[in-house]
Every structure is written in C-alpha cells, then in structure tokens.
Nanobody
C-alpha cells in the first residue's frame, strides 16, 4: 500500500520561507508524477505544483510561480516544495499527491492522482 507523509508545515511570518517534504513508501516512487495541492478554510482544493517522474518538467500555478519550487529525490523517495516570499494567502493545508506517470495528463487536476497524504498546515501571518 502506497503511503505519503508530509512534513515541514508551521507558522511563519509573511515574507518568510518554508520547505515541505513528502516521503513515500510502499510503491515505486520513480513511477509517479508528484503534485502539491492546498486547501484553505472554506475554499476548494487547488493545484500548487507538479513534477514529472524524472524531475525533468515542473508545473506551477500562477499564484506561486516564481516563489515556490518543486523538486524530487528519487533515491530518497521524497518530493519537496520550497516556498519563499510567503504571503498570508498561502495559508492552507498542503497535500502531496502521487499519480502513475502514464495516467496523469492534466497535472493541475486532483482526480488525476491516485494517492494522497494527510496534509500539513502552513500558516503565513501578516
């Protein structure tokens, strides 16, 4: 059974930085496209970033482009999200997701992903 465990979320001042990690187990990490999504209170889950199985391509939402960076270490079965210049509107629960590379065509759509973590809370205070 595939498991995803996020970590690294915490309270930070606006303008600060955080790095989230998502460790996977129980599957073949190199087979997965990995994504980060977030959900703020009262809002729908939204796409943040995605990275292909090899790490060769990355995708970002317009709201985080230029501030966030997604990366992966296939040797450690881990995907990361480096978040810089955090804004109060980045406050949300951040979820990591995994989808088989051959089945994820639309990286920003949550239903393309097969496995999800439990989420980690990020709060950027003004």
């Amino acid at each position: 059974q595939v498991q995803l465990v996020e970590s690294g979320g915490r309270l930070v001042q606006a303008g600060g930085s955080l790095r989230l990690s998502c460790a996977t187990s129980g599957g073949t990490f190199g087979s997965y496209t990995m994504g980060w999504f977030r959900q703020a209170p009262g809002k729908e889950r939204e796409f943040v970033a995605a990275i292909t199985w090899s790490g060769g391509r990355t995708y970002y939402s317009d709201s985080v482009k230029g501030r966030f960076t997604i990366s992966r270490d296939n040797a450690k079965n881990t995907v990361y999200l480096q978040m810089n210049s955090l804004k109060p509107e980045d406050t949300a629960i951040y979820y990591c997701a995994a989808g088989y590379y051959y089945s994820v065509s639309y990286y920003s759509e949550a239903d393309q992903y097969d496995y999800w973590g439990q989420g980690t809370q990020v709060t950027a205070s003004s």
